[in-house]
């Protein structure tokens, strides 16, 4: 089963159905490609409420107001038994509430919100844990190109 997300927008609760990725239709030019991300398509049904009955473990994370629609697609496609509720806290910030029956599957699902969130912030869909490997391979290869001359 995959997270349930509903996100608030203009008064109105929307629950996403379906997420998919657009592709670009442009041809592919020669020479040094700009990296960029996945940009996707969000299809949602406007809810009247939503149900929380059993699930009394939450917790509280902060989306930049940047980034709240790219979470909320990543976040859908993940797997997990949990509900994640997305509403504006600030004016650039939002607040996602995560909602699970049991501990383990908050646990699970917050790690899997926070994971997104960071791979979000570093940029082009990397983990933080990826570039502080890439930087370390980087210094290293300085290392030895310095220890040659």
Not at 6 to 28: A, C, D, F, M, N
Request: glycine share 6%.
């Amino acid at each position: 089963m995959i997270l349930q997300v509903y996100i608030k927008h203009g008064g109105v609760w929307l629950r996403i159905k379906e997420v998919y990725t657009i592709q670009p239709t442009t041809r592919k030019r020669r020479g040094r490609q700009q990296p960029r991300s996945s940009p996707y398509g969000i299809v949602a049904e406007s809810v009247e409420s939503i149900e929380l009955k059993g699930y009394k473990y939450s917790k509280e994370i902060a989306v930049p107001a940047m980034k709240v629609s790219r979470f909320a697609a990543r976040l859908h496609l993940e797997p997990g038994e949990a509900i994640v509720v997305i509403e504006e806290y600030a004016a650039d910030r939002y607040k996602a509430m995560i909602y699970a029956k049991n501990k383990t599957q908050l646990e699970e699902a917050v790690n899997r919100a926070l994971t997104i969130l960071s791979s979000l912030q570093v940029g082009r869909g990397r983990t933080r844990e990826e570039v502080d490997v890439e930087e370390a391979e980087e210094l290293e290869e300085e290392e030895e190109v310095e220890g040659e001359e």
